[in-house]
């Protein structure tokens, strides 16, 4: 994809298609790919995109033909492949010139508010060893920062991105609803109902005794480290 014209673009393991929605400024198509029909369909609801459309699939078993597809993207996601299966499959579609762009962030996160100094952290920390044996050995695959994926990548031209801190002032109510979006706290809460929504409640009461703040809409500056791998294939 280096070099115009920028035609086709895929996204694998979209969601709700946050991410297929960015590209459609810079590709004449896009495709997004999700294994979750109720993702596919959330996704196919958002109105304003002609040039974007979307599919129930795999990153594994692709149904775009040889050396056609300008970009490759998975946000978040690519830890989930079979990254041998995946690989392979990303080589044959991919054009000459076709670029790869994966990224994603760990398990770095850190919650900063006035004077409080790392008392938010250590909260964070607590609920994530909480998590811990709910944690899937495949989200180790995201704290690796994909490492063994890039390597296994078989061209030359290819590069990993350990450090991208992004730094973003979101309301504590956004920070507990995106730590309910963690696949571990998931895991908890499907097998512990009770505990899981108690383990939010807990933490979200002790965030807001810790910052002397009666609302969930108050607002801290919340930094996440995302990592991306990046490989364009030869000519």
Same mark, same amino acid.
């Given at each position: 994809m280096k070099g115009k014209p920028h035609q086709l673009a895929v996204d694998l393991g979209c969601g709700t298609g946050q991410n297929c929605r960015s590209l459609t400024k810079y590709f004449e198509q896009v495709v997004g790919i999700d294994v979750s029909e109720s993702q596919i369909a959330e996704a196919r609801a958002v109105p304003g995109f002609p040039n974007l459309s979307y599919r129930v699939g795999t990153a594994e078993e692709l149904s775009f033909p040889d050396g056609s597809v300008d970009l490759l993207t998975a946000a978040n996601a690519a830890h989930w492949f079979d990254a041998e299966r995946f690989i392979k499959e990303a080589m044959r579609v991919l054009k000459p010139n076709g670029c790869l762009a994966l990224f994603g962030y760990g398990d770095y996160m850190k919650i900063h508010y006035e004077s409080c100094g790392d008392r938010l952290n250590d909260i &964070?920390?607590?609920?994530? #060893?909480?998590?811990?044996? &709910?944690?899937?050995s495949k989200v180790n695959g995201a704290n690796s920062k994909l490492k063994d994926l890039f390597e296994a990548i078989p061209i030359p031209d290819k590069e990993r991105?350990? @450090?991208?801190?992004?730094? #973003? #002032? /979101? @309301?504590?109510?956004?920070?507990?609803? $995106?730590? #309910?979006? $963690? @696949?571990m706290?998931? !895991? &908890?809460?499907?097998?512990?109902? @009770? !505990?899981?929504? !108690? /383990?939010?409640?807990?933490?979200? +009461?002790?965030?807001?005794?810790?910052?002397?703040? +009666?609302?969930?809409?108050?607002?801290?500056? $919340?930094?996440?480290? &995302? $990592?991306?791998?990046? !490989?364009?294939?030869?000519?």
């Open positions: &964070y920390e607590e609920v994530m #060893q909480i998590l811990l044996p &709910y944690t899937s991105i350990e @450090s991208i801190p992004i730094k #973003q #002032q /979101l @309301s504590i109510k956004t920070v507990i609803g $995106f730590i #309910q979006t $963690f @696949s706290y998931q !895991a &908890y809460l499907r097998a512990d109902p @009770s !505990a899981a929504t !108690a /383990l939010l409640e807990r933490t979200t +009461s002790r965030i807001l005794e810790e910052m002397k703040v +009666s609302s969930t809409e108050t607002k801290v500056d $919340f930094i996440l480290e &995302y $990592f991306c791998v990046l !490989a364009c294939k030869p000519e």
